[in-house]
């Protein structure tokens, strides 16, 4: 079992070098990282796990700016975003900075794919809220065109890009590991099975319910059966989990850090140290 990390980091938390040196000091397999670019203060949209929003979901690092700072002081962590809002994003710079992410850190990366929760922050970068997930389905397509290995040209419904050349790719023939996050269901299962190597289900609970059925999805879409990757996301451990996930076939976890200063993290690092 590959046990990684996932954290909101802040300008008030454990610095992304200084967190990448201890989690590969300690084997742990990666780390993960979310993304929200601001939160608007007038919101409307309710924070799904309820309460209050925490703090730092308004002063979160750039994953791809952190997650290179990690990857320059690491020979073989993994390095992912968990995830991105990729309908927030321009397509072809997003190619250019996964790619290039990917390449300076020898294949390590994985592109976490969202569709997002809050309404009012995808508005301010023009997201029309009901067609997100049609967003995100063609500005992949857009990006793998982008990382084909020949100049490869795409018209969809909300974007094109000529024939280009564009460099550096993937290390990985035609794009970096892609896993879809969000709830199951019949909609989230389909955009696995078409654009993704597996999912990345928050919490990591109901998997014996749901699993069966994304496996369906997946052998339907024409996917061969063990290439699907199942990868729980911000987990709290224990015993019982991590031998159900085993049970399961699951062979990576990523387990949640506080987002805390360096001397929090490193006590959670330690109380983790057992499953790594």
Not at 68 to 92: F, M, N, W
Not at 128 to 152: G, I, N, Y
Not at 191 to 214: F, H, K, M, N
Request: hydrophobic share 40%; glycine share 10%; aromatic share 8%.
């Amino acid at each position: 079992m590959r046990i990684a990390t996932t954290i909101f980091l802040t300008d008030e938390t454990i610095t992304p070098v200084r967190l990448a040196r201890e989690l590969e000091e300690r084997g742990f397999a990666g780390l993960y990282l979310p993304e929200h670019t601001h939160i608007p203060v007038e919101r409307f949209s309710p924070y799904p796990p309820g309460g209050e929003l925490p703090r730092q979901y308004g002063r979160t690092l750039d994953p791809f700016v952190a997650l290179g700072q990690a990857a320059a002081v690491t020979e073989s962590l993994g390095l992912g975003t968990g995830i991105t809002l990729v309908a927030q994003h321009d397509p072809v710079d997003l190619a250019k900075q996964a790619a290039t992410l990917d390449h300076l850190s020898g294949g390590r990366f994985t592109l976490g794919v969202g569709y997002g929760w809050n309404r009012e922050e995808a508005a301010d970068h023009g997201v029309e809220w009901s067609t997100r997930r049609e967003l995100v389905r063609d500005r992949m397509a857009l990006m793998r065109a982008l990382w084909a290995e020949k100049p490869t040209a795409y018209e969809g419904a909300f974007g094109s890009v000529r024939a280009s050349e564009a460099h550096p790719k993937p290390v990985r023939n035609g794009a970096p590991r892609v896993l879809v996050g969000g709830a199951a269901g019949p909609k989230l299962f389909a955009a696995v099975a078409e654009y993704a190597d597996g999912w990345l289900p928050i919490g990591g609970g109901g998997l014996t319910d749901s699993l069966p059925l994304l496996r369906r999805a997946w052998e339907e879409a024409g996917r061969a059966p063990d290439e699907l990757r199942i990868v729980p996301y911000a987990v709290l451990p224990s015993p019982g989990k991590i031998a159900h996930y085993t049970d399961l076939g699951i062979e990576e976890i990523v387990l949640q850090l506080p987002s805390g200063d360096e001397t929090a993290v490193l006590k959670v690092l330690d109380e983790f140290a057992p499953y790594v």
